[in-house]
């Protein structure tokens, strides 16, 4: 089965390795997030991208969730002594990546030639699909002033007060070729447990790729999300946050009412049992309650495998 995930930050990228221990990551494509991209120093970076490249490369640091395992800083270090920017740490090894990324960028090569090709270097099998050529920026209005999401999660560590978020160039974004030829490929589209205001979001407001996920959906193609909150709270980051400056619930009800109009079914977590049946009748949208927290790779697989499961279930309607 292809499989087609929409990812971003740190959740979805889990749930990936599950999909590459069950179906291998030849047969998994992934529209990134790049709303998170940032000029820094000079330098081009695309955490989104780079977490599932180094992902499928087997060079991910997992315990961290970002960056390199096993990485060092000594290029940081240096650049703080010339007093370049403290706050965003980038590993040495690291720090390669998005040195040739913006010396192809400034070269005239796209962010999904440059992002194919370095993929394509590090010998990952999957597609990497950024969702865009064009830099969009994900803007957080808050009490300290209008930040970029980086700003906001790593400068300030999500403490300023919310009032919402904004998302800077989507409106001159563009669909990739490339990423209308996965949605047109996929047999199964997941909506991975991301933030779905700032990192799915974005990606569904490409022009074009909101429709043609949902003409897929239509033709029968299973579109199955799964919820990043559990419990009225997400494991990580400001998802719950982001959804109450947006005027919707943090809870799992409030992430299917996001995808309402796109989804075929959610996974919920089993302590959400209660959001379920409410999901189910005031949406109309069908609802799995499983175990979606994933504690370890065993974890990672065996909700790979229920999602498939469910996808060949609901095929079969």
């Not at 490339?178 to 205001?197: M, R």
């Not at 075929?264 to 977590?269: C, E, K, P, R, S």
Request: hydrophobic share 40%; proline share 4%; glycine share 10%.
């Amino acid at each position: 089965m292809k499989v087609l995930a929409l990812s971003g930050g740190t959740g979805t990228p889990k749930l990936l390795k599950g999909f590459e221990g069950v179906i291998g990551q030849e047969n998994v494509s992934v529209i990134v997030n790049t709303s998170d991209n940032i000029w820094l120093n000079g330098l081009y970076i695309a955490p989104d991208i780079d977490s599932i490249i180094y992902l499928f490369s087997g060079l991910l640091d997992v315990e961290r969730g970002w960056g390199i395992k096993g990485d060092t800083f000594n290029s940081f270090e240096a650049l703080k002594t010339y007093g370049a920017q403290d706050w965003f740490h980038i590993g040495d090894r690291d720090l390669a990546t998005h040195l040739h990324r913006t010396y192809l960028l400034n070269s005239g090569y796209s962010l999904t030639s440059v992002t194919k090709y370095m993929a394509f270097k590090l010998g990952v099998k999957a597609s990497v699909l950024p969702m865009c050529n064009e830099h969009v920026e994900a803007r957080v209005l808050t009490d300290h002033g209008d930040l970029h999401i980086q700003e906001y999660l790593v400068k300030y560590r999500m403490k300023p007060k919310v009032y919402g978020i904004a998302f800077s160039g989507i409106g001159k974004a563009k669909a990739p070729q490339e990423v209308l030829k996965a949605i047109n490929e996929s047999e199964l589209v997941v909506i991975g447990p991301s933030n779905p205001i700032n990192s799915v979001g974005p990606i569904l407001m490409v022009p074009g790729v909101k429709e043609r996920i949902i003409e897929k959906r239509s033709s029968g193609v299973p579109v199955i999300a799964v919820s990043p909150i559990i419990g009225g709270r997400p494991l990580k980051g400001p998802a719950h946050i982001f959804l109450n400056a947006l005027g919707y619930e943090a809870s799992s009800f409030g992430v299917a009412e996001v995808y309402a109009d796109v989804a075929t079914a959610i996974l919920v977590d089993r302590v959400d049992e209660g959001e379920a049946s409410r999901i189910r009748s005031k949406l109309g949208l069908t609802t799995y309650v499983e175990d979606i927290v994933m504690r370890d790779l065993d974890s990672k697989v065996k909700l790979a495998r229920r999602i498939l499961d469910i996808a060949r279930e609901l095929g079969r309607h």
